[in-house]
């Protein structure tokens, strides 16, 4: 079955550093999605990414969609306490229900 | 203006007590997921209906059951709950299956 690595669990910053979240399937993916969860909160969208290569920005979050449709990554610069929160990929094989996967929890000292 | 509510956002019930969890969406959205999160966890997708299809996932314990009477509304019914059912339970909308989701604030199910 198709299996989902985001790496890392847990992060910790200070404010103003980069942070960056990386997901890897081990099927190619028709897409994946990117959602944050504020703690004590419900997962958010923030954005969908489908071509191979794709590279989409919202100001401060640069996501990346790789090549062979297998991997993606979230980056986030200059990090604000705003930014906590857990990040979940979620992937798309065009077969079934989106799958998430493990999370990243990024934790930001002022 | 709330397009995905869930209530209670908080539950408590007793272990074997059948509990009837709630969902709506002012989304018209074609698809309604039900999710159980538990701490420090990712969310586990139990079933989801488009429109009257119900969809099983493979893991999803028996005990757990699902409703959907019309768009707008889904139930999640828990049968006999034991304490390790204690978790949040999380409702989610969209358009179709590869589209976003849009979450509730989701039911905190104590066991005791």
């Known amino acids: 079955g198709q299996q989902v690595m985001q790496i890392p669990q847990y992060q910790h910053v200070q404010e103003g550093e980069d942070f960056t979240t990386y997901c890897n399937s081990s099927?190619?993916?028709?897409?994946i999605q990117w959602y944050k969860q504020r703690p004590g909160g419900h997962p958010v969208f923030l954005i969908q990414l489908v071509k191979s290569g794709e590279v989409k920005k919202q100001k401060r979050l640069t996501f990346q969609f790789g090549e062979a449709k297998k991997n993606s990554s979230l980056h986030i610069t200059a990090t604000q306490t705003t930014d906590v929160g857990t990040y979940f990929c979620v992937m798309d094989t065009g077969r079934r229900a989106l799958t998430f996967g493990s999370g990243t929890r990024l934790q930001v000292q002022p | 203006d709330a397009m995905v509510i869930q209530n209670p956002r908080y539950q408590v019930t007793q272990f074997g007590k059948p509990v009837t969890l709630s969902c709506s969406q002012t989304l018209n959205h074609n698809v309604m997921y039900w999710y159980q999160q538990k701490s420090s966890q990712a969310p586990k997708l139990l079933f989801h209906y488009y429109d009257k299809d119900f969809n099983n996932e493979a893991d999803t314990p028996d005990n757990f059951q699902s409703r959907r009477p019309n768009t707008s509304f889904c139930f999640l019914d828990i049968r006999s709950p034991g304490l390790g059912d204690a978790a949040m339970y999380l409702c989610?909308?969209?358009?179709?299956?590869?589209?976003?989701?849009?979450f509730g604030p989701g039911t905190r199910l104590t066991v005791t």
């Open positions: 099927t190619t993916l028709s897409n």
């Open positions: 989610a909308t969209s358009r179709d299956v590869s589209y976003e989701q849009y």
